[in-house]
């Protein structure tokens, strides 16, 4: 995460074995998203119940890119919920789901084109045969001289636009075009189209 994890405990005497019960559970959160950007977690005892004592609510914010994911699970007099482990799987499991469902509807919105993918060059290093492309769906994507069409790599210049196709095995350097075609400037179009 790129914050702290940040726990609150609210009439509930606070203990290092539940925090790190939490930051486990957040540690297996992020097996599903690593991008999450903060986490928020807070336990609390708000109902005296006659029956069973102290009921645990747990709430979880999870801040991902551009959407807050929050969970509050009130436990509705749940008597297993008497045990604060309990309470806390049952919460982290649904905000476990919650995360899925946000990750697979992101990754429908995936971006596509009317035509060929574009980008524009911006690092060359002639001398080593590569260089790199910032392309119109935002990733950084490499490229070999041998994957330039027309063996025009030596003409290539920074900021010059191009066509190119992406690999769909990615390598361990990221994603790598297979194809690169130097375009006018007149025919690059930075406007990216979402699915609908």
């Keep these: 995460m790129q914050t702290p994890l940040e726990i609150t405990f609210r009439d509930v005497t606070p203990s290092d074995e539940i925090k790190a019960l939490v930051a486990e559970k957040v540690r297996h959160l992020e097996t599903f998203y690593d991008g999450i950007i903060s986490c928020h977690v807070i336990i609390q005892a708000p109902h005296q119940s006659q029956k069973q004592g102290n009921l645990f609510e747990v709430t979880i914010y999870v801040l991902v890119p551009g959407e807050e994911l929050a969970v509050r699970h009130n436990q509705h007099d749940v008597a297993e919920h008497e045990h604060l482990r309990v309470a806390l799987r049952d ?3 649904a905000m476990a789901r919650k995360v899925k469902r946000w990750k697979d509807a992101v990754a429908g919105e995936v971006k596509v084109h009317d035509g060929p993918l574009q980008g524009r060059v911006v690092e060359i290093h002639h001398d080593e045969g590569y260089g790199q492309i910032i392309a119109t769906d935002h990733r950084l ?3 070999h001289k041998n994957s ?3 063996g025009s790599f030596d003409a290539l210049e920074p900021r ?3 066509e190119l196709v992406v690999q769909t095995d990615e390598s361990d350097i990221g ?3 297979s194809t690169v075609r130097k375009i006018g400037a007149l025919n690059y179009d930075p406007k990216v189209k979402k699915r609908h």
Aim: proline share 7%.
């Design 175 to 177: 994603p790598q075009a």
């Design 160 to 162: 010059d636009t191009v």
């Design 148 to 150: 330039v069409v027309d």
């Design 141 to 143: 994507v490499y490229f």
């Design 91 to 93: 919460a982290f499991s």
